[in-house]
């Protein structure tokens, strides 16, 4: 059985990836996905890593790097592969593979008890577009 975390930067416009950015994306268009995907690959300081597993992408995390910290631009797991641990290892990944101490995220309700169980703590919370958001922080042990 094929696991593996690997870089999708290269390939963020493929249909697989597209698939799984869609559920992290605010009316997921054809034309917002691809605008969002070609910004991503564009900047250097994004990264794209997808979960491999059974030879199929079941989770993305797309992250932003500067100094010693990362910010969460887009994380999912397909439904399907939801609860198995995906988005974690994901999470994780990001502290194993690069260079921070602090990563952050912004979520909503649908998603903020998955930062908190992998132990990232609320430092904000707000309102946009009638959405309550959450503003989330993790920082690694020393």
């Given at each position: 059985m094929t696991r593996y975390i690997i870089n999708v930067k290269p390939n963020l416009t493929d249909e697989n990836i597209f698939e799984l950015l869609a559920p992290s994306t605010f009316n997921?268009?054809?034309?917002?996905?691809?605008?969002?995907?070609?910004?991503?690959?564009?900047?250097?300081?994004v990264h794209a890593y997808a979960y491999l597993y059974c030879n199929q992408y079941v989770g993305i995390v797309v992250f932003e790097t500067y100094d010693n910290h990362a910010t969460v631009l887009d994380i999912a797991v397909n439904k399907a592969y939801r609860e198995m641990g995906f988005g974690t290892r994901l999470?994780?990944?990001?502290?194993?593979?690069?260079?921070?101490?602090t990563l952050t995220a912004e979520t909503d309700d649908e998603a903020v008890n998955f930062y908190l169980k992998c132990g990232f703590k609320i430092v904000k919370t707000k309102t946009s577009f009638n959405t309550k958001r959450y503003v989330c922080k993790k920082e690694l042990n020393f």
């Open positions: 997921p268009t054809p034309e917002k996905l691809h605008s969002r995907a070609a910004a991503y690959k564009y900047n250097e300081r999470i994780n990944s990001i502290f194993e593979n690069f260079k921070i101490d």
